[in-house]
């Protein structure tokens, strides 16, 4: 086997980031040394906070493994990437290299803001090579190597999940040649990959452990970070059908909704099974291998035996890779979710099968500026000396004009001294002016509720009393406005207030009059604007007329300006401030 240097490896989940180092041994064969993981403790749906978190764990965790300053790999996944397997038949090199570049302009959206690269297989009994495209955003690949960076590792590779995926199955399982079934379930997703011989399927899916998580929050209203820790402690896949459920309440009702989630993961399993068959030939798995942190949830692998039918198995990155000191407790009570870890140390093997790098591109588009830097520099050279002429000139004809306005400039500079006198004095008055009209605003204010309670006095009726006055919210008013005024002028809202209380009971007729009285006298007396009755009570009588009860209760409701003035009492209408 052929050797290779020391390299750190990083692997950066959406919720975990895992470090460590492969180095080789005398042979020339792989150890892994100085293994660490750590928890984010974030919202994997929250993007915003997920650089940070990276950036603070990355260089505590990088500093607890006592890994030292290196060359560095780093793994990317997540809903991020984009994947895509084509056909391309077998030629020169630099065309099919051309073919895939033309095919990826039209599959990646906006790939000017794109890191990718491609793989290629070899073909199977057909005649035309597979070329798996796979692509992430550059801000994703920047931020992550500035973090990296900051941790003291210098970054000179990108390795992407699916490819990591496939490195750790070719090498640990070398005896499979059937059609495999993988999934990589992780925080934000889950790889769906399938491996038949030479035969490659990859498909990325928004599902994964955060969804169950999520869900559990949502379901009993608890925070992620809660219904993360009730997942771990209580979760675990309903088996459905008619196995009992536990006796606990919320481990029932937790097991339910996980099996919710991954009951939609098998229906997307299914549907990149039939896509498989159909467009590129394959067969139908024979077994399915679970990688990734979000595996470990308990009975999954039950789960997806029932419905596939198939043996199921997780996945064992450490199979045929030596640990150095053996593999610790914490890496053993995960070990599938260093599938992508594991995968990503091999690529430092020269037999690699995949050895994709999309950091390769962001490379070359450095480079590319660099190269363009010098023609860059003379075309703005040339552009500046192109706008200083016209300056020049107008330097020299400005000499000229000089003495033509001399004469002019002594009056121009009296004439604005005293028109500054005057924008300043007109400065001071319009500030005294806000004083008084505030002030005025205030004393309007602190006398509208005396003056309202002085008119509600007043026009009460003999047999009337007030119980409760309250200013609701502020609304456009009572009336139907819901078409904006002509001119598109915006419709003042005005507040209003409600009026309850209670009346002494004679007759219908006249309860019916001693609250119309009421209201039609508010509405005249000019405090109170568009008042309606919202409530009045009317009991059951007898034949004669009669009732048990002795007094009834009422409810009004009206505008309540905030100023109005003499002459608009009778029309209505606000005076504005």
């Known amino acids: 086997m052929a050797s290779f240097s020391r390299r750190v490896v990083l692997d950066i989940g959406s919720s975990e980031i895992r470090v460590g180092e492969v180095t080789p041994d005398r042979k020339g064969i792989p150890v892994l040394r100085k293994l660490r993981a750590q928890e984010l403790g974030i919202d994997p749906t929250k993007t915003g906070e997920f650089f940070p978190a990276v950036l603070q764990g990355l260089e505590s965790l990088v500093l607890a493994s006592g890994i030292k300053p290196g060359p560095a790999t780093l793994c990317l996944g997540g809903p991020s990437v984009f994947t895509r397997v084509i056909k391309v038949p077998q030629t020169d090199p630099n065309q099919v290299r051309q073919m895939v570049g033309y095919e990826a302009q039209q599959a990646i959206p906006a790939i000017e803001e794109a890191c990718w690269d491609f793989q290629l297989f070899p073909a199977g009994s057909g005649a035309e090579l597979?070329?798996?495209?796979?692509?992430?955003?550059?801000?994703?690949?920047?931020?992550?190597?500035?973090?990296?960076?900051?941790?003291?590792?210098?970054?000179?590779?990108?390795?992407?999940?699916p490819?990591?995926?496939?490195?750790?199955?070719?090498?640990?399982?070398?005896?499979?040649?059937?059609?495999?079934?993988?999934?990589?379930?992780?925080?934000?997703?889950?790889?769906?990959?399938?491996?038949?011989?030479?035969?490659?399927?990859?498909?990325?899916?928004?599902?994964?452990?955060?969804?169950?998580?999520?869900?559990?929050?949502?379901?009993?209203?608890?925070?992620?970070?809660?219904a993360e820790t009730l997942k771990r402690a209580k979760g675990f896949v309903?088996?459905?059908?008619?196995?009992?459920?536990?006796?606990?309440?919320?481990?029932?009702?937790?097991?339910?909704?996980?099996r919710g989630?991954?009951?939609?993961?098998?229906?997307?399993?299914?549907?990149?099974?039939?896509?498989?068959?159909?467009?590129?030939?394959?067969?139908?798995?024979?077994?399915?291998?679970?990688?990734?942190?979000?595996?470990?949830?308990?009975?999954?692998?039950?789960?997806?035996?029932?419905?596939?039918?198939?043996?199921v198995q997780y996945f064992q990155p450490f199979r045929r890779v030596a640990v150095e000191g053996g593999v610790s407790l914490e890496v053993q009570k995960a070990f599938p979710s260093w599938t992508c870890w594991v995968g990503t140390a091999l690529r430092a093997l020269p037999e690699t099968p995949c050895r994709l790098d999309v950091m390769a591109s962001l490379k070359n588009q450095a480079l590319a500026k660099q190269k363009d830097r010098p023609a860059i520099l003379a075309a703005v050279s040339a552009l500046a000396i192109l706008m200083l002429l016209p300056g020049i000139h107008?330097?020299?004809?400005?000499?000229?004009?000089?003495?033509?306005?001399?004469?002019?400039?002594?009056?121009?500079?009296?004439?604005?001294?005293i028109v500054s006198k005057l924008q300043a004095s007109q400065k001071k008055t319009s500030e005294r002016m806000v004083i008084l009209?505030?002030?005025?605003?205030?004393?309007?204010?602190?006398?509208?509720?005396?003056?309202?309670?002085?008119e509600l006095a007043k026009k009460s009726k003999s047999g009337m009393w007030i119980t409760k006055v309250m200013m609701i919210p502020e609304t456009q008013g009572l009336t139907d406005q819901s078409t904006p005024p002509k001119g598109g002028a915006a419709v003042m809202k005005v507040p209003q207030i409600e009026i309850s209380g209670i009346f002494e009971t004679k007759s219908e007729e006249a309860d019916a009059e001693v609250v119309d009285q009421f209201r039609k006298s508010l509405e005249e007396g000019g405090v109170l604007q568009k008042v309606v009755t919202i409530e009045r009570e009317t009991?059951?009588?007898?034949?004669?007329?009669?009732?048990?009860?002795?007094?009834?209760?009422?409810?009004?409701?009206?505008?309540?300006?905030?100023?109005?003035?003499?002459?608009?009492?009778?029309?209505?209408?606000?005076q504005p401030k």
């Open 130 to 161: 597979e070329a798996m495209i796979l692509a992430i955003k550059k801000d994703s690949v920047e931020e992550m190597v500035v973090a990296a960076t900051k941790a003291g590792l210098q970054v000179d590779g990108v390795e992407l999940a």
């Open 163 to 226: 490819t990591a995926v496939i490195n750790a199955f070719r090498y640990n399982y070398p005896e499979i040649v059937s059609s495999t079934l993988i999934l990589e379930v992780g925080a934000r997703s889950t790889h769906i990959l399938i491996v038949e011989g030479q035969k490659i399927f990859c498909r990325i899916v928004p599902l994964g452990g955060g969804s169950i998580t999520q869900s559990i929050a949502t379901d009993l209203q608890e925070s992620f970070a809660g």
């Open 238 to 258: 309903h088996p459905g059908g008619s196995y009992e459920d536990p006796s606990d309440e919320t481990s029932s009702r937790i097991s339910k909704l996980s």
């Open 261 to 311: 989630v991954v009951t939609r993961l098998h229906t997307e399993v299914e549907r990149s099974i039939t896509f498989y068959r159909s467009q590129q030939g394959g067969s139908r798995p024979t077994l399915l291998l679970l990688a990734g942190g979000g595996s470990g949830l308990g009975l999954m692998d039950f789960f997806f035996k029932e419905k596939l039918k198939i043996p």
């Open 394 to 417: 107008g330097f020299w004809q400005g000499g000229k004009m000089q003495a033509v306005i001399s004469p002019q400039k002594n009056e121009v500079e009296e004439a604005e001294a």
């Open 437 to 454: 009209e505030t002030a005025h605003r205030l004393e309007e204010e602190r006398l509208r509720w005396p003056r309202l309670m002085e």
């Open 539 to 574: 009991p059951e009588r007898s034949q004669d007329g009669k009732t048990g009860q002795v007094a009834l209760k009422f409810s009004l409701r009206g505008e309540w300006p905030t100023m109005v003035s003499p002459d608009a009492k009778s029309k209505g209408k606000v």
